[in-house]
């Protein structure tokens, strides 16, 4: 069945099997340009992104947005940077340990739903799976009330615990199918016969051999948390949120300036982008992850 | 007792997780529903439960329609969001799929739209798609001024009838390349002796994907049909980023941001857990539907 996960290792089944053919037919003339034709669309509004953030003044308008600067600058950047830096640091520390707890937390459970079953597992994993699903608007109204009464912090550490909650039914269903598929039944047989007990034989046998889970969870966690704006407007402000709320401020003000406006969606996209094309192996793993189950 | 010792430290390691879904999902779900039925439309709380009293009004008694307005914009939006999508994702990977030369570069370029932030593209697109036409245009309409396509200009989202399908297009831009990373594993996953054996039975390339290759992608084409179908439904920050909050473009999870800054909870409320229904009424048949197949292996 291929339906909600395949394996990281999804990734090696995207290289192509035969090798590409030498002869230039019409059909291959035709496939190269049609190929070429969608990559220059898919790089147009990136094209307009970077030729606008390096403009100033007249240059910027609506008739000469696909013109190239007259005069390259930087100013544009160097303010949009003053209005992001604080939120984008608040960012890391939003993005970075939700990647890496909701990692361990994924990797704990979906160890268990695979190799180490209970009567049920299946039922219990289809309503963790669901909360994947629900739109947030649905638990935004009395979420808010909650964070507040037990007391967690505003701003980062509410989001840090909220995207941490939400983030485990994905986790759970990468890691799960992972261990499904990569690691042996008999393994964990045998350090059973041996007395293993569950978690010497999670931390001893399978979290070394789950780096190329964390990789696709850590990828997946960091980028839809650094990307969130759902939860961010619900339980933050511009103050004490993410970038995303910066950006919108910046670019939605009553009178945006364009070319700082470009430059921060560039500054925002940043760190997601460095490590999409760092890591966009595992990253397509991580998409495939997300939706292919097999 | 001997079967409970072998699996309870099991349970016991997913305990923590399966509590805070039980509160955080299931339980705020209840909760929220119980404020729909409650008259708690002000920041002083409620007074008593009202039955289906708000969802009554939503659909028969709200201001302009304003409720089914929201719904007919996001059922524009995602059938152009949906077949946009499928289409250049399929195109993309079968563009790609029998191997073509600097293949990592264009799989590499058509995705890279899924790492950014709807909040960063939305600055673009809402450039993009500038209503101004003619000698003013900018935007996608100025290139088709230049290429002498000047019918294909549009007022975009601006456009009270058919906006929404223009706010679907920056959506099918940031994920095709998805939809076609999906195919592409799903073409490459169909056995090479397949192919092989519809060559020696003579059938052509056109009858090879008809009948052979294209039934094998059913079920990623499924799946993916459901991821795009949800994130549809709750879209959000891409409609925020393009055109702010504004009824020409409004759909039901903006509508319930709006709502809820008036501090009318119940409504907000009952707007949510109509949209959750419209996404369960998917989705659960879908898992159980998975479920079930799995346990069939």
């Not at chain 1, 970075?96 to 739903?113: D, Y």
């Not at chain 2, 209503?131 to 290139?143: E, I």
């Amino acid at each position: 069945m291929t339906t909600v996960t395949a394996p990281p290792a999804a990734v090696e089944t995207l290289a192509p099997r035969v090798r590409p053919r030498r002869s230039f037919g019409p059909a291959s003339i035709i496939k190269y340009l049609l190929a070429i034709f969608f990559l220059i669309v898919v790089l147009m509004p990136l094209y307009v992104l970077i030729v606008t953030s390096f403009k100033a003044g007249s240059d910027i308008g609506v008739t000469s947005q696909w013109n190239l600067p007259t005069h390259w600058t930087t100013a544009s950047w160097g303010k949009a940077w003053t209005a992001l830096r604080p939120s984008f640091i608040r960012t890391f520390e939003l993005a970075i340990p939700v990647a890496i707890i909701s990692s361990l937390i994924g990797a704990a459970n979906g160890f268990v739903l695979s190799r180490w079953r209970f009567p049920g597992a299946d039922f219990v994993f289809t309503l963790i799976l669901f909360g994947m699903f629900i739109p947030y608007q649905a638990v935004m109204i009395p979420l808010r009330e909650i964070v507040t009464t037990v007391g967690i912090p505003p701003g980062i550490p509410t989001l840090v615990f909220v995207h941490c909650v939400y983030g485990i039914p994905i986790c759970t269903l990468i890691f799960r199918n992972y261990y499904a598929t990569t690691v042996p039944e008999e393994l964990v047989e045998a350090a059973r016969v041996d007395g293993a007990g569950l978690l010497r034989t999670f931390t001893r046998i399978i979290l070394p051999i789950s780096i190329p889970g964390f990789v696709v969870t850590v990828i997946w966690q960091f980028t839809s948390a650094w990307n969130d704006y759902l939860f961010a407007i619900f339980l933050a402000n511009t103050r004490n949120g993410p970038i995303t709320i910066a950006l919108n401020a910046l670019a939605g003000a009553q009178s945006p300036d364009y070319a700082a406006s470009m430059a921060g969606a560039l500054i925002t996209s940043l760190p997601t982008l460095i490590v999409y094309v760092l890591l966009g192996r595992w990253f397509i793993g991580g998409l495939m992850a997300g939706s292919v189950k097999s | 007792m001997r079967r409970l010792r072998h699996w309870g430290p099991g349970l016991l390691l997913l305990s923590p997780s399966l509590i805070l879904l039980a509160v955080f999902v299931y339980g705020l779900i209840a909760w929220t529903t119980k404020v729909s039925l409650s008259d708690e439309h002000n920041a002083l709380g409620s007074k008593g439960f009202v039955g289906l009293e708000n969802y009554q009004n939503l659909f028969t008694n709200d201001i302009q329609d304003r409720f089914t307005h929201s719904l007919k914009n996001l059922l524009i939006f995602t059938l152009v969001f949906l077949v946009g999508a499928m289409f250049f994702g399929l195109l993309w990977a079968f563009l790609l799929e029998r191997g073509i030369r600097g293949e990592g570069f264009f799989r590499t370029v058509y995705l890279f739209p899924m790492a950014v932030s709807f909040i960063a593209s939305g600055v673009v697109w809402r450039w993009l798609m500038n209503p101004l036409k003619g000698d003013d245009a900018g935007g996608l309409n100025a290139v088709f001024g230049g290429l002498h396509l000047d019918f294909l200009q549009s007022t975009w989202w601006t456009n009270p009838d058919w906006g929404m399908a223009s706010m679907a297009m920056p959506a099918v831009w940031q994920l095709s390349g998805y939809v076609m990373a999906l195919f592409l594993a799903g073409f490459r996953g169909i056995p090479q002796e397949l192919r092989e054996a519809a060559a020696m039975d003579g059938a052509s390339t056109y009858r090879l994907y008809r009948n052979v290759i294209f039934p094998q992608l059913t079920p990623v084409a499924l799946s993916a049909l459901i991821i795009l179908g949800h994130m549809s439904m709750k879209m959000f920050d891409l409609i925020m980023s393009i055109s702010g909050p504004q009824w020409l473009t409004e759909v039901p999870a903006v509508y319930v941001w709006q709502t809820l800054l008036t501090s009318d909870y119940a409504k907000a409320a009952a707007i949510s857990i109509v949209l959750l229904l419209l996404v369960a009424i998917v989705i659960v048949p879908y898992l159980i539907y998975t479920n079930r197949v799995e346990k069939s292996r």
